[in-house]
């Protein structure tokens, strides 16, 4: 909870429906609607840096280590937590891109019942070895609707860095009642499968440039940092097979929410 008020803030609009694109053309940007502010910059906050690095070759494990032990906190829960799969993504996943050392999970659930039964293990997971390094739930999904975010993270001079990395963890119901959780989903693995294929090298090669040339910038937040990746992210997503209005309906439903309720969201 923040220990400051946020403004009050107009409620969102929904942006007009969009006509699409045909496939393989570039979509035209959809209107955007109006964005809760994000309460940074503020005296008592940091402004935001993004440390991007080089591909690292122990990120796989690193995933492989991450999956064991959620699958062990879930399977061994009361309730157990049954998940459909985990699953890495994000820049990490991706060999040869250069990314945030953060690794990005994604666990996907085939109810919402079992995805509160995730919740509720995370929340009551007591780590039994060192770091002890705890699952920290981020309010409102990390500010995209439709998901779980836990994070965990550890001060730069941990020794446990190489074991137990920065990750970040979203739980995602994959059920028709929850499409914006869907489409998260399917934006995931797009990313991912489009960005692994040799015949993409130049999207790949794009992307990384991008990433790095933000990873010497500040920005006021990761809202900020997020839109500059905007067109890149469309390119890739035309060529993983998406239509001008499925993207526009995406970035209409992911919108981000930095502060609601006076909670902020990282």
């Not at 009642?177 to 399917?186: A, D, K, L």
Request: proline letters at 11%; glycine letters at 6%; one cysteine or more.
């Amino acid at each position: 909870m923040s220990d400051f008020a946020a403004e009050q803030l107009p409620p969102r609009l929904t942006p007009s429906p969009q006509p699409s694109p045909e496939l393989g053309s570039e979509p035209d940007r959809p209107p955007t609607p109006p964005l809760r502010k994000s309460i940074f910059p503020h005296p008592n906050k940091p402004t935001w840096h993004v440390n991007v690095v080089e591909y690292s070759p122990i990120w796989p494990s690193q995933f492989d280590t991450i999956r064991t032990n959620l699958h062990n906190i879930f399977t061994t829960s009361t309730p157990p937590a049954p998940y459909l799969t985990i699953e890495h993504i994000g820049s990490t996943s991706i060999p040869n891109l250069a990314a945030k050392p953060n690794i990005d999970v994604l666990v996907t659930f085939a109810s919402k019942s079992d995805l509160a039964a995730a919740v509720e293990a995370l929340n009551w997971e007591i780590p039994s070895a060192p770091p002890f390094a705890k699952y920290t739930q981020i309010p409102r999904g990390g500010g995209i609707p439709g998901r779980e975010s836990y994070k965990i993270y550890l001060p730069d001079f941990s020794p446990y860095l190489t074991t137990t990395p920065e990750q970040s963890v979203y739980l995602i119901a994959d059920v028709d009642e929850n499409r914006v959780g869907q489409v998260q989903i399917r934006c995931y693995r797009t990313v991912r499968n489009v960005l692994g294929r040799e015949e993409n090298r130049d999207l790949l090669e794009e992307y990384a440039a991008v990433k790095l040339r933000l990873g010497g910038e500040v920005f006021a937040d990761g809202l900020e940092y997020s839109a500059k990746k905007d067109e890149i992210v469309r390119k890739i997503l035309v060529r993983g097979g998406w239509t001008g209005q499925e993207i526009n309906e995406k970035e209409a439903l992911s919108r981000r929410e930095w502060v609601v309720d006076g909670e902020e969201a990282y």
